[in-house]
């Protein structure tokens, strides 16, 4: 069965760390473009369970200063170094995104598990989105996303979950190819 011009872009997507994106990273009209991808993702009882946030260029400073605090959090004897790094990870590639899932538990048709499919495809979404205007980007997490300090940072409900970071960028230097699974290893017949 030959590929179709989606099938490739889907194959040819690749994770970049963000310490190599670089500028320049997607105009606000093309950040609109993949927001507007996100919401066509599958959304069982159009619950819009995935919200992006963008950290503006004037804001990834305070970012890095929340960054640098849940480092602390965890362990206040932080070398320099270390707390350098930690605000570092805010700093990275010209486009930051955060995906907060909002969860309605007590729905009675749609549960949980449901609507963190559908943010994933939203996410899945922005990622080929972006890859589509010529970046690359990279799902980064981290136990940081769960930390009080950071829920508190971004005014989360207890509904709301930060799921992760996209960033988005420019490529430099040679991606890296990850083993993937193929569709033999995916995919078996159900036997009864
Ligand atoms: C929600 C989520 C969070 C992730 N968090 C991290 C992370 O913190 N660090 C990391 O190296 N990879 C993380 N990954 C995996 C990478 O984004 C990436 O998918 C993986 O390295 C495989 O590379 P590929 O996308 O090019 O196949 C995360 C993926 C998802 C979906």
């Not at 606000?28 to 993702?41: D, F, K, Q, R």
């Not at 990279?138 to 207890?158: D, Y």
Request: negative net charge; charged residues 25%; contains cysteine.
């Amino acid at each position: 069965m030959p590929d179709t011009p989606v099938i490739d872009a889907i194959h040819a997507r690749r994770s970049v760390s963000p310490k190599y994106l670089e500028a320049p990273g997607p105009s606000p009209e093309e950040i609109h473009a993949m927001i507007g991808a996100a919401c066509a993702a599958p959304d069982h009882g159009h619950l819009g369970p995935a919200e992006f946030i963008y950290v503006p260029d004037d804001m990834r400073d305070a970012l890095a200063d929340v960054f640098e605090a849940v480092a602390m959090e965890a362990n206040p004897d932080l070398s320099p170094e270390i707390r350098a790094q930690a605000r570092e990870r805010s700093l990275n590639g010209p486009c930051l995104l955060a995906l907060v899932v909002r969860i309605d538990e007590g729905n009675e048709i749609v549960p949980a598990s449901e609507q963190w499919l559908s943010a994933g495809a939203a996410m899945q979404n922005v990622l080929l989105a972006a890859e589509d205007f010529g970046y690359r980007a990279k799902v980064v997490s981290g136990a940081r996303v769960r930390s009080p300090v950071m829920r508190a940072a971004f005014r989360l409900e207890a509904h709301e979950h930060l799921s992760c970071f996209i960033v988005i960028g420019s490529a430099t230097g040679k991606t890296k190819e990850r083993p993937r699974r193929t569709a033999d290893q995916a995919l078996r017949v159900w036997a009864g």
